[in-house]
């Protein structure tokens, strides 16, 4: 099983609509989970943390099940401009190396 | 602010020619990471250097160096590129490991080695 699964997409969605991705990871002792977004031809960029608790950020919300072992972000009211491919990231708490998933793509239309 | 600052953006080698592809953070982050990525693949690390003076191998190391110049700078070594090298090289940053803080990324170099 790879270290992070995500579903590669594409996720085609309307102008408006609500997409969600999930990120599975298959290390228990997982910490740390980050979502990343990044565009065409760009490096990837902090999207937001993700917390035990889960938590949000304007239209994104981003949740943890350790139980399950995945991670999931929701992205509401979907704007043009969300168009990107989003990146799940993971590490332990001690491990100095973060884990890339291969990313989930989007492409918002009107 | 800068950031993370990598030079090239762009290069192009012959097989068999060397280079160094340079980065350089002023965030006085203790961490820094070289990863390359290529299609359907993601983001691979290569090596990193969890603080000064410390150099480790990663997950795809083999055909590459790294140097640590200072708390700054992280080099990135080919000595003898091949074209299974050719992909885009992002240099990373982060505080510190081992804590929660996220990788901030530069600009990334592409390299294409004929």
């Known amino acids: 099983r790879k270290e992070v699964e995500q579903d590669p997409g594409p996720f085609n969605v309307p102008e408006g609509a609500t997409v969600a991705f999930n990120c599975t990871y298959s290390?228990?002792?997982?910490?740390?989970f980050f979502w990343y977004r990044q565009d065409c031809r760009k490096e990837p960029k902090l999207l937001m943390s993700?917390?035990?608790s889960g938590n949000e950020d304007g239209r994104f919300t981003a949740q943890l099940n350790r139980a399950s072992q995945y991670i999931s972000l929701l992205i509401r009211d979907s704007k043009l401009s969300d168009s990107a491919t989003y990146l799940c990231v993971w590490g332990t708490g001690t491990a100095s190396k973060l884990t890339f998933g291969t990313g989930t793509r989007l492409q918002v239309t009107l | 602010n800068a950031g993370v600052t990598q030079t090239p953006k762009f290069q192009v080698l012959k097989t068999g020619q060397s280079m160094t592809l340079q980065c350089a953070q002023d965030m006085n982050h203790n961490s820094m990471y070289w990863y390359r990525q290529d299609p359907g693949m993601g983001l691979r690390l290569i090596y990193y250097?969890?603080?000064?003076?410390?150099?480790d191998k990663g997950e795809v190391p083999n055909g590459y160096n790294v140097s640590r110049l200072n708390k700054r700078e992280f080099s990135l070594r080919l000595e003898s590129a091949a074209p299974s090298q050719t992909s885009v090289y992002f240099c990373a940053s982060r505080p510190r490991t081992g804590d929660n803080s996220p990788l901030h990324f530069g600009n990334g170099t592409r390299l294409t080695v004929t």
């Open positions: 250097s969890a603080s000064e003076g410390t150099t």
């Open positions: 993700v917390y035990s």
């Open positions: 290390n228990s002792a997982s910490q740390s």
